[in-house]
């Protein structure tokens, strides 16, 4: 036994090696763009082209505070927030309560229901767009924060309905009839009981949808033509064909614009990793 036990020793010593050089070359691939656009962003015009892969000799934030100015990016970034977390709303408040329908409860044509909400996964947002302009035109929405966040949210319901539901069968009965036996009916227990476990799928759903809204270009160019109205990647558009040589200025937009996105999803990572796990077990 101690041999065979003396054997297996080098081999998940190997398979550990192998898991963690994968992992820490994916860490790099991923996490250097990012660690090199932040160093950039703190270097001079001149220490840009003449010290391209090195560390700032000196932490020159005037390039965020011209960004800042010249780039408006408080206003991009206030309303990028402002429909990331009305897009978020909608689809949690719409997707959590589908998403226990057609988990918990029976009715006629749920499946059939269900899987054309999955169905729709499948469309291109681009097959959508001209229909979608005309609803969105024809009730005056136009260069409204509405228009990005009802179709935001309506791309985003069918894949949150769909980690919501495996989430919410994963919750056992048990503890919604012991809530019934207290006296709530199916929408108090579905409140009090079922959501305030369901941290996990709620989080994941969470850093989609605001991941999604936050970065989507193609329907905010279409719908939203007032300068004041822009989002972020509208308005570093924008910024990019008029400030094309200030690389400086550029690189501290960009940061502004990533660092939300990585802060929200490093507070809520643990959330995320346990909602998409017990959306892979049910599902």
């Known amino acids: 036994m101690s041999t065979d036990l003396a054997a297996l020793r080098p081999a998940r010593l190997m398979g550990g090696a192998v898991r963690y050089g994968v992992v ?36 020159f934030v005037d390039n965020y505070v011209q960004a800042w100015r010249i780039a408006r ?9 402002i429909v990331s977390v009305g897009t978020v709303a909608v689809v949690l408040v719409v997707a959590s309560l589908a998403g226990y329908a057609f988990a918990k409860l029976r009715f006629p044509g749920r499946d059939v229901l269900f899987y054309t909400f999955v169905f729709t996964l499948i469309v291109p947002v681009q097959v959508t767009i001209i229909p ?12 409204t924060y509405f228009a990005l966040i009802l179709p935001y949210a309506a791309a ?58 936050w970065n989507e270009f193609l329907l905010a160019l279409i719908f939203i033509r007032n300068p004041a109205l822009r989002t972020i990647p509208l308005g570093l ?35 995320f990793i346990k909602g998409l796990t017990a959306g892979a077990v049910t599902g």
């Open 24 to 59: 820490g070359f994916a860490t790099v691939v991923v996490g250097y763009p990012v660690l090199w656009m932040l160093l950039q962003s703190f270097k001079t015009k001149f220490e840009l082209y003449s010290n391209i892969w090195g560390l700032p000799q000196q932490l």
């Open 73 to 81: 990016m408080g206003t991009y970034i206030l309303n990028s927030v």
């Open 132 to 143: 979608l302009y005309a609803v969105v035109s024809g009730l005056g929405l136009s260069n």
């Open 156 to 213: 985003g319901l069918p894949l949150s309905i769909f980690l919501l539901r495996a989430f919410f069968a994963s919750v056992p009965r048990e503890i919604e009839e012991a809530a019934r036996i207290d006296g709530c009916s199916e929408l108090a227990a579905f409140w009090r009981v079922v959501l305030p476990i369901s941290g996990p799928g709620l989080a994941t759903v969470t850093i989609l949808q605001f991941l999604g809204a």
């Open 237 to 271: 558009q924008a910024f990019f064909f008029e400030y094309s040589v200030e690389w400086g200025y550029l690189f501290a937009a960009l940061a502004m614009a990533t660092v939300p996105v990585i802060v929200v999803y490093v507070v809520m990572q643990r959330q």
